[in-house]
Every structure is written in structure tokens, then in C-alpha cells.
């Protein structure tokens, strides 16, 4: 916000160096390059073997705070729209932003349980799983609405091209690369770090699944997350990525793309007195609470002592880089307008 508009933006000289088209592309491509790292890692830390450990507590209080949050939220949002008498375009960005906040990204649970250095404890474990479970929800009905709009924006030739592409993706990803990592794995002595040259070939995959993607009109980091879930989990391979470019990607990139994302952002331009901005309010505090309500409700029930119950119900309704990174890229695509990006950053922060 000190480097945006609102901040050093106010000097003519700093606003004419800092926001010049080149430098836009250029801090714009760097942060998206970040980002796609981190949607990687996230992938690679992603157990999927977890489902099949998850309890029944974790996998109710993951999947209902995420259900409930929609449903709550989609009524509000039409219970809001229609007594402000919003404008279409205005209530499709409405239920774009109830939609992002009702979402638990595992990498922001992942990276919360990290800093609080929860990893290997009870309660960590718990809202991992949690997350995991919610994030495998939440993929499916993406993709499932992806599939919708995909047929209803397409000619059916084309629908099928990218039907097909991504299809062959997922089977090359699994029946292929997957195998050539556990191959990998084998290769290394036990003891023996990963040979660089295996390393920086799964990173170079991770972006050209990322550029593969984007190549047949979907988001380009689903790609890349595809192909961080295809890593083996655990130690040598995964934990190798991970310990190389984790310092990287949290330290620099990350924080360099939040940065970006902020400084495009004049916090001054927020009004109250505009009805949008009122009904983001509205629709962000019920759709919060409503998660935290529901994953609490479900925690109670099944008897989990009030405490780690309350620690457990803030960490699934945390707020982070994914919800930030997915503000930025609807505001990218035109739907969101600059009031309604402002507003929505504020939320998150």
C-alpha cells in the first residue's frame, strides 16, 4: 500500500516510472511467475493420501464450512442485490467475491499451520485434512462448472478440443511423468540428494503444464498444480523441491506479488456511501461467519474440547494469497471494477 497509488503513487515522477505500461507487464509477469511457483509447491506439499486418512471430523467440518458458506451466501447475495437494485454486472461481481470467500485454499491453510508451527501436532494435522478435503470439493465443482462453460462459450468442436487436450494431460500426467518420478526416486541412493538436473526438469514441467493450460483458455496455474499433485510425496523428491525453492518463492516472490497486487490499488477511492461497497460488506461478514459458525457447529458435535475447537474453526477460515491472487486475476479479466477490487482486498486483509 506504501509503494500503490495511495502511498509514494501520489508523487508525479515515482507514478510515471512505477506505472508505465512496460513496468506494469514487467512486475506483472514476475509476480504471475510467482505465483505459479507457489501453486506448484503447494501441490507438491499436498498429500493426497490424507482423504484416505482423514476422520469423519475433519472431512465434515472441511466440506459443511465450505457448503454452508454458499449456500448462505448465495441467498444473501440475492436478498442484497435485489434490495439495492444492483446492475447485472454488479451482482455477477458479487457472487464472484462470495464464491472466492467461501472457498478454504489448502496452500493458505497449509502455509498458516506452517507459521504457527502446528505441522506435526494433532490440531494441525486435523485442519489440513480439513483443507484438503474442502480444496478437493471445491476443484470438483470448479471443474464441473468449467465443463459448463466451456460447452456454452465454445462451438462443440471446440469444446471437445479442450475436452479432449485436457483429458490426454491428465492421462500423460499420471501414466507417464508419475512413473518416471518414482523411477527417479529409485535412482537415488538412499541418503543422496536429487540430481539438480531431475529437479529443474519437474519445475520446467510445472510451467509447461502451466503454459499448456493457458495455451486451451483455462487458468494456467490449474496446470500447474496438476502436475505438483503428481509428485511423490515425502522425502527424497518432493521434500528436495521443496527445500530449494520454498526460501525463494516464500521470501521474494510471494511477497512480490502481494506487493503487486496492492500497489494497483488506490485505498483512497473507498466509499461507503456506495451501494456495491455496502453489499460486499454485507455478503463478505455473513459468508465469514457463516463458515466459522458451521465449522465450529461440526467440531462441537463431535465433542472436540472448546479451545482447539475455536483455534481449528480460525485456521480453516483464514484469508491469504489465493483469495488475493484470485481478486487480482477476475479484476485482470474486466468483471471486477476498481471500487469492487478495493473492497475486496480490503476483506482479505
Not at 198 to 203: D, G, H, K, L
Not at 266 to 283: M, P, W
Request: net charge positive; charged share 15%; proline share 3%.
Amino acid at each position: 500500500m506504501i509503494l500503490g497509488k495511495a502511498g509514494l503513487g501520489l508523487q508525479a515522477d515515482y507514478r510515471r516510472i512505477m506505472f508505465a505500461i512496460d513496468s506494469d507487464q514487467l512486475f506483472g509477469t514476475i509476480g504471475g511467475f510467482g505465483f505459479q511457483l507457489f501453486v506448484f509447491l503447494n501441490g507438491v506439499k499436498m498429500d493426497l493420501s490424507l482423504i484416505r486418512k482423514t476422520g469423519r471430523m475433519a472431512l465434515c467440518s472441511g466440506v459443511l464450512s465450505m457448503v454452508m458458506s454458499v449456500l448462505f451466501g448465495a441467498v444473501t447475495t440475492s436478498i442484497v442485490s435485489s434490495y439495492l437494485g444492483l446492475l447485472e454486472l454488479d451482482k455477477l461481481s458479487l457472487s464472484l467475491v462470495m464464491l472466492v470467500h467461501s472457498m478454504t485454499p489448502f496452500p493458505v491453510t497449509c502455509s498458516f499451520v506452517s507459521d504457527l508451527e502446528l505441522t506435526h501436532s494433532e490440531l494441525g494435522r486435523l485442519g489440513l485434512s480439513a483443507a484438503l478435503s474442502s480444496e478437493l470439493l471445491t476443484q470438483f465443482l470448479a471443474c464441473n462448472a468449467l465443463l459448463v462453460g466451456i460447452f456454452y462459450r465454445y462451438h462443440y468442436q471446440g469444446a471437445l478440443k479442450i475436452v479432449a487436450i485436457t483429458t490426454a494431460f491428465i492421462i500423460l500426467t499420471v501414466f507417464v511423468v508419475r512413473p518416471a518420478m518414482l523411477w527417479v526416486i529409485k535412482q537415488t541412493p538412499e541418503g543422496r540428494p536429487v540430481r539438480d538436473l531431475y529437479i529443474y526438469s519437474i519445475v520446467l514441467g510445472a510451467l509447461v503444464s502451466g503454459l499448456i493450460f493457458h495455451f486451451i483458455g483455462l487458468n494456467m496455474f490449474l496446470g500447474s498444480l496438476a502436475f505438483g499433485l503428481a509428485v511423490p510425496a515425502g522425502p527424497p523428491l518432493a521434500s528436495a523441491l521443496v527445500e530449494k525453492f520454498e526460501c525463494m518463492v516464500s521470501g521474494v516472490l510471494v511477497p512480490f506479488f502481494m506487493a503487486m497486487c496492492t500497489m494497483k490499488a488506490n485505498f483512497r477511492e473507498i466509499s461507503f456511501d456506495k451501494k456495491l461497497t455496502k453489499g460486499t460488506a454485507i455478503v463478505v461478514t455473513v459468508v465469514s461467519l457463516t463458515k466459522f459458525g458451521a465449522c465450529l457447529v461440526t467440531l462441537f458435535y463431535y465433542r472436540m474440547p472448546k479451545q482447539d475447537a475455536f483455534a481449528l474453526a480460525f485456521i480453516i477460515s483464514s484469508k491469504g494469497i489465493v483469495e488475493l491472487g484470485a481478486y487480482a486475476f477476475i479484476s485482470e479479466s474486466g468483471v471486477f471494477n476498481q471500487p469492487l477490487t478495493l473492497d475486496a482486498l480490503t476483506s482479505i486483509a
